[in-house]
């Protein structure tokens, strides 16, 4: 079966410093892959997606940056953190467009 | 621009009782349609799909309507239970397209 894995799934981070999410899937190949923005008591936001390898798809203008390095791997960066940028991010996976995708349990992210 | 949005942002319920949650979206050509349930401090988790082809669908527990005269989608869930305690996300996708496209969510609550 396939399983979806984040970390870490806390983070506090000073303004300023940098960023790396890392997403990784098992159990399937080529999967679409999904970084997705939750504020609290707000829905989803998608910031990037991809479709393969080196395949990035940016949603909304940000200093975020996506990677996917590897067909199962999904990274989320940021050379200098932002107030702003505090939030649930969440990576999903799907076989395809119009699937289901399932989610990570995300990781708490707090700038101070 | 297009939306999907939610009637109701809190529903009680109490155990035992049925339980429907509504979804309006305004895409014409939203071909995809799904449900998510968000526990607190996780990942949504899949409930249910369906396609523009169908107007009705049951899972365990639960059934997905959707209207397209209307534009209209719902979730209900049979003999609540407590631990259907959790906010409910509807979301969208036209045919063949790669994202989602998520509603703000209602929390449901279940009253012992």
């Known amino acids: 079966s396939q399983t979806i894995h984040q970390w870490p799934a806390t983070l506090v981070q000073p303004v300023g410093s940098p960023l790396s999410l890392e997403c990784t899937v098992e159990g399937t190949s080529n999967p679409n892959l999904y970084w997705y923005r939750q504020a609290a008591g707000r829905g989803l936001q998608l910031l990037f997606y991809s479709v393969g390898i080196g395949q990035i798809s940016s949603e909304v203008p940000q200093n975020l940056s996506a990677s996917r390095p590897q067909d199962r791997q999904f990274i989320l960066s940021s050379k200098k953190l932002l107030l702003s940028d505090s939030g649930f991010y969440l990576c999903?996976?799907?076989?395809?467009?119009?699937?289901?995708?399932?989610f990570g349990d995300g990781t708490r992210l707090s700038i101070l | 621009g297009e939306s999907v949005g939610l009637h109701l942002p809190t529903l009680s319920v109490q155990e035992g009782d049925n339980s429907i949650i509504n979804c309006a979206y305004s895409?014409?050509?939203?071909?995809?349609f799904i449900w998510y349930k968000q526990e607190s401090g996780k990942g949504p988790q899949f409930i249910i799909d369906i396609r523009s082809n169908m107007d009705k669908r049951q899972g365990q527990r639960v059934t997905v309507l959707l209207n397209k005269t209307v534009k209209h989608l719902s979730l209900q869930i049979a003999a609540t239970q407590p631990g259907d305690s959790a906010v409910y996300f509807c979301a969208e996708a036209p045919f063949g397209n790669e994202k989602l496209t998520f509603g703000t969510g209602t929390r449901l609550t279940i009253i012992p």
């Open positions: 999903a996976w799907s076989l395809a467009g119009n699937q289901p995708q399932h």
């Open positions: 895409n014409s050509a939203s071909d995809y």
